[in-house]
């Protein structure tokens, strides 16, 4: 079956020489690299490069070994990933895998790391499921998973005497999404007192709208419409024009990549919670990457450049601690592993292997001259600060 899949292959030493050596340590990227996913695969991809470059502090070696790329692209499909990290592991000799973008696509491709018997590192997925009941133990995750996303913004904007009420697309990203932010919503003594669903294709919000407004607009204190969409649709600029702050309502959401954060400038003043947002962590690899980033493409780095720089140092780190690219003792290097990212310290859970991180309380702020909505930073809620659910049975 793989045979007959055409992969897209690129092999990018990153070392002296142009071309792979039986001892290189050989590290795959399965991504989206074609497909509706493509500008956060180069993100990933770019963000990969930069980290074992600062991580080797240029050396491009790791445990005496030149470190290799092993491009394949998946198109965000899932039997070509499927296809792709068979070959990698098989025919190339893969030490190590990350990958990839779609979410669909990394959950094709968890059992083909237990095949092998073989780490695949996911970066950037979300869907819980891939460190819940989908997951193995040769499955470590640096990207965050959908719950962290929920119970971050939950505790941004949750505290005694706010009322909040839902809109999410009416599938399994909306509802696991509105799920995880209803429990952690919870724990903040804020009051959940609506929840509504719109089919994903959805472009008049005008009814979903009115019900949100009727359900908050008589309660007391402050008023938050939390909306949790992907993709098309934009249902925040569909309420904005409703008017909402005549009955004193607010809008939320979670952060967004830079082209996307344009949309957020005619909402100054929201709030929410982001993964990543290059002016916020204050650590030196976080300059190092704002600084580089500029310099090379004249632009800041971006979430998933952010996300890919993570994983490179994550692998780094373990195959130093391990002393090995054997995945026996890879799995026991890097159950509890520590190490640093653009967002300042990452650790793998032991239970689950998803890494625990900081999250970004954020107000947006409208500058004329910056292209999107500056995410100014309210508060850094820390690993401690979330308490982000174990969901595999382990």
Do not use: C
Not at 32 to 55: D, V
Not at 164 to 176: K, M, S
Not at 213 to 225: E, H, Q, S, T
Request: net charge neutral; aromatic share 8%; proline share 5%.
């Amino acid at each position: 079956m793989r045979r007959s899949l055409i992969i897209a292959t690129t092999i990018l030493a990153l070392g002296a020489g142009t071309s792979a050596q039986a001892d290189d340590l050989k590290v795959a990227l399965i991504y989206g690299k074609t497909g509706p996913l493509e500008a956060y695969a180069k993100q990933t991809e770019t963000g990969l490069k930069m980290g074992f470059e600062y991580a080797t502090k240029g050396t491009m070696t790791l445990d005496g070994r030149k470190i290799v790329i092993i491009t394949k692209d998946d198109q965000g499909k899932p039997d070509l990933a499927k296809a792709a990290l068979a070959e990698a592991y098989q025919d190339d000799k893969a030490d190590i895998a990350i990958g990839t973008t779609s979410s669909a696509a990394a959950l094709a491709i968890l059992p083909v790391a237990e095949e092998n018997k073989k780490i695949l590192i996911v970066e950037p997925a979300v869907a819980d499921q891939i460190t819940g009941e989908k997951w193995n133990r040769y499955i470590f995750r640096t990207a965050r998973n959908s719950s962290q996303d929920a119970i971050s913004n939950a505790v941004a904007i949750g505290k005694q005497g706010v009322t909040v009420a839902t809109l999410a697309q009416d599938y399994a990203f909306g509802r696991d999404g509105v799920a995880a932010f209803k429990d952690a919503l919870a724990k903040t003594g804020a009051t959940l007192a609506a929840e509504e669903y719109a089919p994903t294709n959805t472009t008049d919000f005008t009814a979903v709208g009115q019900r949100l407004f009727d359900a908050l607009k008589d309660k007391p204190g402050r008023k938050v419409i939390w909306v949790i969409w992907a993709g098309a649709g934009n249902p925040l600029a569909k309420l904005q024009d409703m008017d909402p702050k005549r009955y004193g309502i607010e809008l939320s959401t979670g952060g967004n990549i830079l082209p996307a954060l344009a949309a957020y400038k005619g909402l100054p003043g929201m709030e929410g919670a982001t993964y990543y947002y290059y002016e916020i962590p204050k650590n030196p690899v976080n300059d190092w990457l704002v600084a580089e980033h500029q310099k090379r493409f004249n632009a800041p780095p971006d979430f998933f450049t952010a996300g890919g720089f993570a994983a490179a140092m994550s692998v780094v780190a373990a195959v130093t601690k391990a002393k090995s690219t054997d995945s026996e003792k890879l799995i026991t290097a890097m159950e509890g592993l520590e190490f640093d990212t653009p967002k300042g310290k990452m650790v793998f859970r032991k239970e689950d292997h998803q890494a625990l991180q900081s999250m970004y309380h954020f107000k947006v702020k409208v500058d004329p001259n910056v292209a999107w909505a500056v995410l100014e930073p309210v508060r850094e809620l820390k690993i401690e600060d979330m308490d982000v659910p174990i969901k595999n049975k382990r």
